[in-house]
């Protein structure tokens, strides 16, 4: 089918996808490596994906991003941790991991993020090769969440029914088909491999990309990692 965006999320059993045509029909998929599930989504005009792109290193050791996006979703902050150096992307244990990232910003990582750094890597070393690709930006889901929520906050955690329900009801305020991309795709993958927030955070990382081209971000406007990758969260404005 024909692809105008999509979202992807890191799955359990590698990257959960969700796009949508120009008329809102959706397909979805699981692919086992970053670059399989961008060869599935080659004509989009835009994908984005809930991981960090752009990374912090010497001369800029955190990202403003982070920063605002945290304050912005207040008192939901803390599902937004600071991304690691690339310098701990090259390491193979926690320890070596947070020593590396000290070293070129000043803090440790947290577990939560070691625990994300193979992602990380992956689409890092995606993007280095410069293969051709449709455009790939980063989201992250609560930002996403709170500017279709009219820059409000949610309060409830997605991995609640309570949360679901909030997230499901925003998604389909934007996209008619949302509840039954949903229901179609928790019905098709195992819990497992793909949980009931991987849905959502993929779902909302498609119709955030269906409300662009003119997307906003944080910051306004953005600065460039070491390698040149934008270091940037988008969100549709509110």
């Known amino acids: 089918p024909s692809i105008a965006v999509a979202g992807i999320d890191g799955c359990p059993a590698g990257w959960f996808y969700v796009a949508l045509n120009e008329r809102g029909q959706f397909h979805h998929g699981i692919a086992a ?7 599935e989504l080659r004509g989009a005009d835009l994908v984005l994906v809930d991981i960090p792109i752009g990374l912090p290193g010497a001369g800029h050791p955190s990202r403003s ?13 803390s599902t937004i941790f600071p991304a690691p150096s690339r ?9 070596s991991a947070c020593a590396a990232n000290e070293r070129e910003t000043g803090r440790r990582i947290s577990r939560q993020c070691w625990g994300i750094v193979p992602k990380i890597r992956e689409v890092d070393r995606f993007l280095a090769r ?16 709170w500017a279709l929520n009219g820059g409000r906050p949610l309060l409830s955690s997605k991995k609640t029914g309570v949360g679901l329900d909030e997230r ?5 305020g934007r996209l008619a088909a949302a509840a039954d991309c949903f229901a179609e795709c928790e019905a098709a993958y195992r819990r497992k491999d793909v949980a009931r927030d991987d849905i959502v955070d993929a779902m909302v990382g498609a119709v955030t990309a269906r409300l662009g081209p003119d997307l906003a971000t944080f910051p306004e406007r953005p600065r460039r990692d070491a390698t040149g990758l934008p270091m940037e969260i988008v969100y549709a404005r509110p």
């Open 168 to 172: 499901l009801e925003l998604l389909s």
């Open 33 to 39: 490596r970053f670059e399989s599930a961008i060869d």
């Open 65 to 77: 991003c982070d920063t605002e996006a945290r304050r912005a979703i207040t008192p939901r902050g």
């Open 87 to 95: 310098a701990a992307l090259g390491e193979s244990d926690y320890a």
């Open 130 to 145: 410069g293969a051709e690709c449709p455009p790939i930006r980063e989201m992250h889901p609560e930002v996403a969440f």
